[in-house]
């Protein structure tokens, strides 16, 4: 061994998924700007504000979010945010504005904002179904009790 380096018995822990407490949180979109309820929301179903997180492993909790057509941008983005869609077939791209998919289907545009936040992998395709919103006040989840998160 060489002089100054201490050997140590030390084993390092990774978390795996039992070991996490599935925990439900409530946030209610009204009001909220886009992008920063997104990534808190993103964080929450990652885990990473757990101690014990580990990249590799589904450590977060569910979401649930209500009032999603009542979400808001700031400045001009609701009028030059666009969703683009590409059947595969030639002259198959579709451009919708933020306004259009607000009015239409609200809860696929927090949905795509926390998914384009999350890894590009499969851990992030098993992660966006913790993922649940709803447009107006009520949801199917009241038996999980959840916990109402301030963003």
Do not use: C
């Amino acid at each position: 061994m060489k002089a100054g380096i201490k050997k140590t018995n030390r084993i390092t822990k990774f978390a795996t998924r039992p070991e996490n407490q599935n925990k439900w949180h409530l946030v209610d979109a009204d009001g909220k700007v886009l992008g920063r309820l997104a990534s808190e929301v993103a964080k929450r179903i990652r885990g990473k504000y757990n101690p014990q997180y580990t990249p590799n492993s589904d450590m977060g909790d569910w979401i649930v979010v209500i009032n999603a057509e009542k979400i808001k941008m700031t400045g001009k983005r609701a009028d030059q945010k666009e969703y683009l869609t590409h059947s595969l077939y030639p002259g198959g791209q579709k451009r919708r504005t933020f306004k259009e998919m607000i009015e239409k289907h609200p809860d696929r545009v927090i949905t795509l904002a926390v998914k384009r936040m999350l890894p590009k992998t499969k851990l992030g395709n098993k992660l966006i179904n913790k993922l649940k919103v709803y447009k107006g006040e009520s949801h199917p989840h009241s038996a999980q009790n959840p916990l109402v998160l301030e963003v």
